[in-house]
Structures are given as structure tokens and as C-alpha cells.
């Protein structure tokens, strides 16, 4: 079967032309599209075609989501490697292979029977490394591209891991001579994770970088920049980059901290350095304490280190006045200095505060939890997404209150199970819902108002009760022209605006 590429579709406005039956395409989608229809003659014009009928079928998506093994590894002993496989397409994939490669090289291969539609499952696999040093686990899926699959660009995930020489070598217990680094291809539309072992991981969402050959890069880089600031470095100091690329969103970066480290009277703190000033500057993060870890989200990327402070200075700051350069003269400006001033949001590192950006759940969420001062659930509440992995640390708490609350409940699936998302974007009427279900909560039942919005025909089935609370209460108004844009995605103006009304309503 023949594949036409997306840039086709788009050049001829979505028409394909077939003169074979049983002709496949492959959309932008990622669908596979079967067109059914008489082929042409010799000499036909083109004009006289039958119309062809057009099919749509989904069918399986596998792809690797995580890999996990010990934390410490030495040449010479066995671990096991366990790799979560997930399928998110329509359609069961039954008798495919997985392989673990290491360097390049095959280290196992696993058969697996059947994995249902929606479903996900964890191979494991034994790996015994013969000598120190950096290597790259990669994960191949269905190698031989025997299972039909909406797409293929997903199969594969790589993981870079340090190996401690053999107990009684002259390696120095596996420290390692040269810096670490790893460097993994951005592939558009994907999420990319790139980790070095015990230092480091990178995750960085679909559409947080844009640019055709990028490169998500890092480097341990020594602890000469770490001097500049008088306090205990408790991590690596590790300098990230994006190469042949641009910073459209929020990159997550876990970093890892030595807790012997740590005195009684601090708290672990990430920083980033600062080259115009040539110093460290404090990042808001969340520190797990059973992980040894300090999560940050961040929009700008350079050197990254997690330092010891007394516990008194981890305190947040609350400002008299806060002033964003890029709002001046906008018109949620008061709102937003106003809701910075309470520490309820906050702009980005260097300053601005770019109300236009669009807001993902993950934002969303730990934006409501902040505002309503919820208390943080656990790991518990997570369970219920099957997608639980894939929140980033910094945002686990958040979303753990949220649930717990009852505000929060994710998207169901075919099959009953639930996913969170956290990086869609959110759309007006998806706010509307998270609005009307606090203020059920905090007000009581609220008679909602009538939709007189000259657009209230396309606001969704599920989300019209809700916009009609948010309406009444002024939480939500339409746009000059009366339309309320339902399935518009939400700014962070908007966020604001909509969170600072809420808060007039319920204080």
C-alpha cells in the first residue's frame, strides 16, 4: 500500500486523489485512512471518478513509557531491567517482540502473547554489564514492524546509566574519570525523557521544544561554579541544553542529592546559575525526601545544582508589589500582581510573566490547589490514572489534593480506566466545570444562568451546566462580541481572572 505523507494532505486541503482500490494514507493524525472506490481508465479524466467513500479505523499504539532498574550497578553482577509497555490504540496487539539492547548491543528478547487495547503491562529483562562505565539501555519494540500500529516514531526508549567498576578493581569504586553527559533526540509530538543515572532526569513534554533537529543535551560540568555560593553543595552541578532547537514550554528537571549531606537544621533547595550576574538564584521546586530528589519546571536552560539551606530561608517570600514587565497596560495586569503579591502564581525566571501562554492541566491544577489551600493528598489518590508515571514531581502533590477533593477525575477510557493528561492544554469549558464543581462545594447548588452567547450551540453537552453556574456568578464572561469560545484552550490571564473571582466568591 502506498503512504502519503502529511505534507501531501496539507498541500491539496485535505482531497487525495486515488486511481487504485484499497489505497492507504497515512493522515496527520496518524489514522490509517483506507479509500475505496473505482479505479480510473486509460485516458479518464479525472473529473469523471466516481466518489470514493472514505473509512476511518484505528488500530494498536505501542509504545515504552519507563524504565527502571536499581540506582546502583556494578560490572560483573546481574539487575533487573523492567520496562512498562503501554497500548494506547483501539485495537488489541497480540505476539510481538520486545528487546533491551545496552551499547548497541542485544542483552535479551521477550515475547508478548497479547496486550488489550487501553492496556499497559512491565517485561523484565536481566542484564549483567561485563565492565565500568556509561551505557545506553535502549528499547525496541516490535522490531520487525510486524503489528500494525497507528504509530511507529514511539517504539523505541533509551535510558542512559552509570556502572560501578568490579568490587577490588583499580576503577575507584566506578566514579567516574570523565563528566557524565547524555544527549537524546526531541521527537515532534512525543514526549522525550533523557536521565543520567543518580545525577539528572530531563522530561520534556510534546511541544515544549520546538525545531525539527532538536537535541535535549546535559553535562556534569565540576563544582567550580558552586564556589560562588557559600553554601553545601549537595549534587552534581549539571549544565543542560537545548540544541538546534527553541523553549516553547516548560521543561521538568529532576535533579539528585546526597542526604548524608544534609544537616539537621537545612533543607535541600534547587538552584540555577545565573551567568549574566554570574551567581545562583533559588527555584520553587519539590523535594521527595524518600528519592533524594529536588523537581523543578523551568522555561530557560543552564547549569542546575541542588544546594543546602537553613530551613528558615526555604520559607516562600511574600511580595508587597510585584511588577511584570510584560503587563503593563494589560488588562488582567491588577488581577495577576494581585494574585502574585498572595503567592497563588508566579511569572518565570527571567521575570516576564507571558499572559498569553497557554495552561496545561498540570498549571491548571497546582494553580486551584494554591488557590484554595488544599491539603496535599499521597500516592494513593494517584492510582486511579493509569498515566500516574508520567506526572512530574513538582506537580504530584498538587494533583494528589485536587483528587482527593473530588474536583478532579481525569479523562475514562474505553475501558473504564482513567488518564490525566497533565500536558493538554485546557479549554474554557474544562475550567467551567473545575469552577462549577468548587463552588457546588463552597456555595451549595447555584441556579445557572441562561447561555445567550451567540457561539452556546457549540459549548459541549457536558460542560453546559457548568458554564451556566460560572456565568451567573461572573466567573466566566463571554468575549465583546458575545461568543464564549468554549473549546478555546485558556491563557494564563484568564486562568488568573478566573481563579481571582472564584476567591472574591468564596471569601
Not at 498541500?11 to 496527520?28: F, P, Q, S, T
Request: avoid cysteine; charge should be neutral; aromatic fraction near 6%.
Amino acid at each position: 500500500a502506498k503512504t502519503l505523507s502529511s505534507a501531501f494532505v496539507k498541500l491539496n486541503k485535505g482531497i487525495i486523489l486515488a486511481n487504485r482500490l484499497n489505497e492507504e494514507v497515512l493522515r496527520e493524525n496518524n489514522w490509517p485512512l483506507k479509500l475505496t472506490g473505482p479505479a480510473l481508465k486509460k485516458g479518464e479524466n479525472v473529473k469523471k471518478a466516481a466518489k470514493i467513500t472514505l473509512t476511518i479505523t484505528n488500530q494498536a499504539d505501542l509504545w515504552p513509557s519507563v524504565i527502571t532498574l536499581p540506582e546502583y550497578l556494578q560490572a560483573g553482577s546481574s539487575s533487573t531491567v523492567t520496562v512498562r509497555v503501554y497500548n494506547g490504540g483501539a485495537k488489541n496487539a497480540a505476539n510481538f517482540e520486545i528487546i533491551l539492547n545496552a551499547n548497541e548491543k542485544q542483552v535479551e528478547s521477550k515475547k508478548v502473547d497479547l496486550l488489550a487495547a487501553g492496556a499497559d503491562t512491565e517485561i523484565s529483562f536481566t542484564w549483567t554489564p561485563e565492565n565500568a562505565g556509561l551505557y545506553t539501555l535502549k528499547v525496541i519494540i516490535d522490531p520487525k514492524n510486524e503489528i500494525l500500529e497507528n504509530n511507529k516514531l514511539n517504539n523505541e526508549l533509551t535510558k542512559d546509566v552509570q556502572v560501578a567498576s568490579r568490587p577490588g578493581s583499580s576503577g575507584g569504586g566506578g566514579a567516574p574519570t570523565k563528566p557524565q553527559k547524555v544527549e537524546k533526540n526531541i521527537v515532534a509530538g512525543a514526549a522525550t525523557v533523557a536521565e543520567i543515572s543518580g545525577v539528572v532526569k530531563i522530561e520534556v513534554p510534546a511541544g515544549a521544544v520546538s525545531g525539527g533537529n532538536a537535541v535535549i543535551a546535559a553535562e556534569t560540568i565540576g563544582e567550580q561554579k558552586a564556589k560562588g555560593l557559600d553554601r553545601p553543595l549537595l549534587s552534581k552541578v549539571v549544565d543542560v541544553q537545548v540544541k538546534n532547537g527553541t523553549i516553547t514550554g516548560k521543561i521538568n528537571l529532576t535533579l539528585y542529592f546526597d542526604p548524608k549531606k544534609l544537616a539537621k537544621n537545612q533543607e535541600p533547595a534547587a538552584f540555577y546559575y545565573e551567568e549574566k550576574n554570574n551567581q545562583w538564584v533559588k527555584l520553587d521546586g519539590v523535594v521527595d525526601y524518600d528519592r533524594s530528589t529536588a523537581t523543578v519546571s523551568v522555561e530557560h536552560l543552564t547549569p542546575f545544582a541542588v544546594f543546602a539551606l537553613p530551613k528558615e530561608e526555604i520559607k516562600p517570600a511574600v511580595k508587597e508589589k510585584t511588577v511584570f514587565p510584560d503587563l503593563q497596560g494589560h488588562w488582567a495586569e491588577a488581577v495577576i500582581n494581585e494574585l502574585a503579591g498572595m503567592g497563588i502564581i508566579s511569572g518565570y525566571p527571567e521575570g516576564a510573566f507571558k499572559p498569553e501562554n497557554k495552561i496545561t492541566r498540570l498549571e491548571a491544577t497546582a494553580l486551584l490547589a494554591r488557590a484554595l489551600k488544599l491539603t496535599s493528598g499521597d500516592e494513593e489518590e494517584l492510582k486511579i490514572f493509569k498515566d500516574a508515571a508520567h506526572i512530574p514531581g513538582w506537580a504530584r502533590k498538587a494533583v494528589s489534593a485536587t483528587v482527593k477533593e473530588g474536583l478532579l477525575k481525569g479523562y475514562e477510557e474505553a475501558d473504564g480506566t482513567f488518564t490525566f493528561a497533565g500536558q493538554k492544554l485546557v479549554n474554557r469549558a474544562e475550567m467551567a466545570v473545575l469552577a462549577g464543581r468548587i463552588m457546588d462545594r463552597k456555595l451549595g447548588p447555584v441556579t445557572p444562568a441562561a447561555l445567550n452567547f451567540t457561539d452556546a450551540g457549540q459549548i459541549p453537552v457536558w460542560a453546559r451546566q457548568a458554564v451556566g453556574v460560572a456565568a451567573a456568578k461572573g466567573v466566566m464572561s463571554g468575549y465583546p462580541d458575545n461568543t464564549l469560545q468554549a473549546l478555546n484552550n485558556l491563557n494564563r490571564a484568564e486562568a488568573a481572572t478566573m481563579i481571582k473571582r472564584m476567591l472574591d466568591l468564596l471569601t
